[in-house]
């Protein structure tokens, strides 16, 4: 089983870009879909984006599409959000997360393995 480590959150400015990294542990990283999750205070944790194991699926959620992308590099164990034109409403902690599922999910309950998250904070 992978363990899930996100790194990259920080503070920037609205319109600013943040990208956001996944690292996996163990050997298994590139048979796991995986996903992006914020959190924001006093809100459910939503599905941001997902991406299939081999990379060939993608999915985003309606506000940030053409905003963010999502990626992977097996060889790397990593997955990465990339986000740009950000937005004081996408302030939140984000949470990446694997699953055995083979099509993209969105989500929660089918995401098994998740990280500690990391913090993302946009200021207007």
């Known amino acids: 089983q992978v363990q899930l480590v996100e790194s990259g959150g920080g503070l920037v400015q609205a319109g600013g870009s943040l990208r956001l990294a996944c690292a996996a542990s163990?050997?298994?990283?590139?048979?796991?879909?995986m996903g992006w999750f914020r959190q924001a205070p006093g809100k459910e944790r939503e599905f941001v984006a997902g991406?299939?194991?081999?990379?060939?699926?993608?999915k985003f959620a309606d506000d940030v599409k053409g905003r963010f992308t999502i990626s992977r590099d097996n060889a790397k164990n990593t997955a990465y959000l990339q986000m740009y034109s950000l937005k004081p409403e996408d302030t939140a902690v984000y949470y990446c997360?694997?699953?055995?599922?083979?099509?993209?999910?969105?989500?929660?309950?089918?995401?098994?393995?998740w990280g500690q998250g990391t913090q993302v904070t946009v200021s207007s």
């Open positions: 991406i299939s194991w081999s990379g060939g699926s993608t």
């Open positions: 163990g050997r298994t990283f590139s048979t796991y879909g």
């Open positions: 997360a694997a699953t055995r599922q083979l099509l993209v999910v969105t989500t929660t309950p089918a995401y098994n393995i």
